[in-house]
Nanobody, 115 residues
């Protein structure tokens, strides 16, 4: 089983930056594909960015060029650097770990971007 704890959310003005962190338990972190998702009020949860165990990354079109996902296997942590934030980025951001056929989710962290 994998436990995930997100941190780093908060309130920021449009154009600002935040860095989210997701700390994972367990000794197999380096083998796990990780992802960030977000859910805005009244909307479905959507993928934001992902990173494989080998470091390959993928991004939603809406965040390409602004967000960067990375991982530190020594710290069992995945990051989401968010720059040039927009009010439409406001959402609860969730971290996901994929282990085989199982998905594990964190509790989420709120990101609010004011205009």
């Amino acid at each position: 089983q994998v436990q995930l704890v997100e941190s780093g959310g908060g309130l920021v003005q449009a154009g600002g930056s935040l860095r989210l962190s997701c700390a994972a338990s367990g000794s197999i972190f380096r083998l796990i594909n990780m992802g960030w998702y977000r859910q805005a009020p009244g909307k479905q949860r959507e993928p934001v960015a992902s990173i494989t165990s080998s470091g390959s990354t993928d991004y939603a079109d809406s965040v390409k060029g602004r967000f960067t996902i990375s991982r530190d296997n020594a710290k069992n942590t995945v990051y989401l650097q968010m720059n040039s934030l927009k009010p439409e980025d406001t959402a609860v951001y969730f971290c996901k770990a994929v282990v085989g056929l199982l998905n594990y989710w964190g509790q989420g962290t709120q990101v609010t971007v004011s205009a």
